[in-house]
């Protein structure tokens, strides 16, 4: 069910039930009663229309604890179509949520309701007012998009961008940040998103169910008779709880529990009631006041430089002791790492780089991190004077001060990566948040740190700390099992007990998280009762049908509902048990505390929504869509396997199902989300799993996967007379052939095939008999189709002294594991391992060297999680012994047995560059400095650019499908085709993949070559005596 357009509902429903507020934030359809209400939202909007139980349940999460299962999902065509849609919702009186990002931690982006996504279309920057210092902006636009904009358009006029900078800044939509009155790192500066809201256009909907555009800013009052009553209503309400607002609203930097009802005091009793801004209560409110249809924001101008010290110390304590004597150098933030955090990055593929720029103690490890950043005003000169005091209040703290900008990006990224990383705690015990995003006054935080864990110790469990140290706002996160039930117990003796401690300290409930479901049942303990009322008037004044996130911040249940309506615990509960079931599986997850710790690793962060950068997620940044993000796969697998999905089967896998297989259908399998992803989800594997699991459960694997899946055998069949082949498959009967038979795209050219290159090298010269001896690994193309790279590469290793010996083995057997035929993958993998045991054990062959960086892959990722025959210590040394051919010869570049000299002019022009493009499984398990490196040694450093282009979409077969082209030529377009048109016509195209190469002849008309032709056309040998 999708966007079928039928008649629309003439007439509301009727009666009390429609009115009911426990109906609009607990109801229950039925899927009748669905289906006609998605038939007949899909007739009044332009949008996307998804009530089908898949597409709920996806939505159905966050970054939180919580599932609750939505109405239906709407995805708007623009901004109107969101008014459409409201009124439409307000009409039936169905409950509504507005979501962006969906990477709340408190579980405000889950409701019973109708779900409005506006992060796929609404996503426009309206004109920047360089000399006014502002900008109005759509909501489901990113911060980092928001940002890269402004500084594109205030380029001449002085740089400028929005301060409040989030950690999630690739994903979190401005939105999001709206409705949550998010902070960042530097608040001290910059605030709160409040601080830098001057107006909003919003939605309201009044007492007959009318929906309402109103533009909310300072003096709207005064225009508009609607925004008039509003703000006397909200004035009364003010007025008369003056006195306690005073005393119970916390006075910290960090304050976002509840509605912001100080700062209407404050703005009342500065300028009167006719100047109050309504966009600072609607600021916060969590989408349960009015619907965001469009935020006008305060900028700042860029500082002339920037400089980050990195302070290591010996003890949390040390630490935040620190802080306020830091705070008199003037800083634009101190940010606090513990040792769990910095233990989990060293743990993390795609962190523990930067664990190299934490400084350690002389006298021990490093158990604390402060990151103290300053801005310059005028020049880079003002930064070592902040050094130096900074400096002179912690003499003989271990510092590494950093102006250079990639360095700080790379220490930044550690911090930025603290909350998803913690996630990855090994054991039952994980790091929860449900009091993780306390405030106090920083003079008071290592007392308040001290009492909190005495009161964790007393629970008999830890937590993780790190900090926004500067406006002393800690994210605490005390590691409990929900599933225990004296940990459950815990957890709400915790969140009860901290509570009072942070009232006691004069502190804030949450800091930037907000409210949602895990701190709106402690919010009356907070606050008191008064409050809470004047709370719930204010909710009667802006949505008295209660539809607007209902049963967010009022209305909340007793504290002991905190842990209800979760992942591990979803509703309705006997329906949809989740539990993930005991299975014979064919990849190993010990490395993920066995399979059921691996379905369930994505924590919802939604890292993988980031629109740009990286290469996770490619189908994300395609399509823009929840379902084809990592978040999106993961979720779907986790909820298929727990057995949640099929209501006649409740507890059991659904290893047929086929909205699950079409969410999987536009994964890459590109592996960017094992290093990417802070969680380290590894969603290539699991859609391997899955897939073979169907197929062992009676599934026949269709022609095409079983065909593309033996593509060496294919290979090797058309090298034996390519010519012929090759022009046979040119003809229009072959391609129909292909088309209908295996789904190939028409639009695709399909790989020629070539002469082996095992017969081409007997033809060859011969080796160097008694040299230091190399094996080459003959893979499927380079064996085969491009047999002119594996001659290359035979080529250079002899002229730089190796013997090279070609193994003739089958196929590394990742195509099959792409495609999820896992019994013919072990099988093979093991027959090639097999093949490859006389080099293997071989200690004069040096090493085995690998063409293409997927069958490397294979070898030193797949092969040692996959349940092969073959033993461990055997598919080890495999690994150890397996590098790229291009990695090797630049690592041993001084001890090869013979020299060579380099002539980059037999390859290129002068003027010409090289554009190198890495491959995704390269980039996401060692990195594409690997073959960057020896790109720089033959043509010169300057001379060569690494794209930070993601993925070419191609994928192996992935492209080449029909139904998979548009996205792939789409994913190409993002970032990969524009820069190698953007290149000079002589420019030098480089790619190790196959599939890189062929997608880039594809999309540009440009031909690419892998590294080691380039080495072969520019390396000549030395003459020998």
Known sequence: MSSTRLHVLKDPPQGAAALDPSRSSDASWSEAERERIARDLASAVEGEVRFGLHDRLLYSTDASLYQVEPLGVVIPASIEDVERAVRFCAERRLPILPRGGGTSLAGQCVNRAVVIDFSAHCRSVGEVDVPGHRVRVEPGVTLDELNEEIARRSEQGGRLFFGPDVATARHANIGGMVGNNSAGARSILYGRTVEKLLGLDVLVTDERAEPHRLRLERGAAKHDERIAELTRRVADVVRRNADIIRERFPKTRRRVNGYNLD????????????????????????????????????????????????????????????????????????????DMVIDLARANAETRRHVSLLPAPQDGPVKAVLYVEYFAERDASELEERFEKLRALLPGAPMHAHTNPSDMASAWKLRKAGEPLLHGVPGRRKPLTFIEDTAVDPSKLSDFVRDFRAMVDRHGTTAAFYAHASVGCLHIRPLLDPRDPKDAESLVSIAEEATDLVKRYGGALSGEHGDGRVRSPLLERFYGPELMQAFREIKQIFDPLNLMNPGDIVGAGPVSEILQRTRINPEPAPDRPAKIPDVETYYDYGDQHGFEGAVEMCNGAGVCRKKQGGTMCPSYMGTLDERHSTRGRGNALRLAISGQLDAHKPGEPAWNDAETMRTLDLCLSCKACKSECPSNVDIARLKAEYTAQRYKSGVRPPLSSRIFGRVRTLNRLGAIAPGLFNFMQELAPSRMIASKLLGVAPQRKLPRFSRSLYSIRRRGKSAAKGARRVALFGDCFSAYGESRIGAAAVDVLESLGYEVVLPRTGCCARPMMSLGLLDDAIRMADRTIEALRSVIDDDSVEAILVIEPSCLSAFKDDYLQLKLRTPMDVRRKLSDKSSLVEHFIEAHWDEHPRSCRIEPSRAMQDDASVIFHGHCHQKALWGDETSAALLRRLVGPERVQTLDAGCCGMAGSFGYVRSHYDLSMKIGELSLFPAVRAGKAHDVIVAPGTSCRHQVADGTGRRAMHPIELAAAVIAPEEQP
């Open 263 to 338: 700062l209407i005091l404050d703005q009342l009793e500065a300028g009167g009631e006719e100047n109050i801004n309504l966009a600072h209560l609607v600021c916060g409110s969590e989408g349960t006041l009015a619907i965001t249809l469009g935020a006008e924001l305060e900028l700042s101008p860029v500082p002339a430089a920037k400089g980050l010290a990195v302070v290591g110390f010996a003890s949390l304590e040390d630490a935040i002791s620190a802080v306020c004597p830091i705070l008199t150098t003037e800083p634009s933030a101190v940010e606090l790492l513990d």
